[in-house]
Nanobody, 122 residues
């Protein structure tokens, strides 16, 4: 029910913008977050945004480089990634949680996208 897109291959210090759309269902009242999973590693929280867009929260590893935004009229959430590093290489997933608070724990998210691969070359 969530469709992530925008991944690809980019050089270090480059930028990418990921999108997460929800055709056929509205997530305007859901907290939306991005997670990522690198090969051989556990899925980790990247950042989240409240339903209104008024609050955001980021993992320390991406703070100052990544920005989450949302357009509820388009039922879409974005992840703008700047100053990318090779260690940002991972499959990125968007997820939706009906609770108000942004949680970093993946088990609380009810809906997930299929993931989009981001590869950052050095």
């Amino acid at each position: 029910q969530l469709q992530a897109s925008g991944g690809g291959l980019v050089q270090a210090e480059g930028s990418l913008r990921l999108s997460c759309a929800a055709p056929g269902r509205t997530f305007s009242t859901y907290t939306m977050s991005w997670f990522r999973q690198a090969p051989g590693k556990e899925r980790e929280f990247v950042g989240g945004i409240s339903w209104s867009g008024g609050s955001t929260y980021y993992a320390d590893s991406v703070k100052g480089r990544f920005t989450i935004s949302r357009d509820n009229a388009k039922n879409t959430v974005y992840l703008q990634m700047n100053s990318l590093k090779p260690e940002d290489t991972a499959v990125y997933y968007c997820a939706a949680d009906k609770r108000l608070a942004i949680t970093t724990t993946s088990k609380w998210y009810e809906y997930w996208g299929q993931g989009t691969l981001v590869t950052v070359s050095s």
